[in-house]
């Protein structure tokens, strides 16, 4: 059973930055497909971004898109997304998640797609 850990969100002014980290046990993370969400108050669970295994295929949200960096390191078993520039829409509570998968499909933009989700993080934009 895989277990996911979000930590590093918190209560930051528009403009600055972030850098949330998603520890996985249980499993082989080098085999795990890694995505981020976000889900703010009344409104549905949105892509953000999602990464391979290896880490050589990104692809984010175009509402993140140069601001938000998606990345990875197998040999600590952790997801980084650094958030940066800051807006008060990016307000939410962020979840990491994870599915044994070798390949990428257009299914990573669909939360239901993944199998493993952590408990989430507030991340809070306000100026």
């Known amino acids: 059973q895989v277990q996911l850990v979000e930590s590093g969100g918190g209560l930051v002014q528009t403009g600055g930055s972030l850098r949330l980290s998603c520890t996985a046990s249980?499993?082989?993370?080098?085999?795990?497909?890694m995505g981020w969400f976000r889900q703010a108050p009344g409104k549905e669970r949105e892509f953000v971004a999602a990464?391979?295994?290896?880490?050589?295929?990104?692809h984010h949200a175009d509402s993140v898109k140069g601001r938000f960096i998606i990345s990875r390191d197998n040999a600590k078993n952790t997801v980084i997304l650094q958030l940066n520039t800051l807006k008060t829409e990016d307000t939410a509570v962020y979840y990491c998640?994870?599915?044994?998968?070798?390949?990428?499909?257009?299914?990573?933009?669909?939360?239901?797609?993944?199998?493993?989700w952590g408990q989430g993080t507030q991340v809070t934009a306000s100026s």
């Open positions: 990464i391979s295994r290896s880490g050589g295929w990104t």
């Open positions: 998640a994870a599915k044994e998968a070798s390949s990428v499909t257009t299914e990573v933009y669909n939360a239901g797609w993944y199998e493993y």
């Open positions: 249980g499993h082989d993370f080098s085999r795990l497909f």
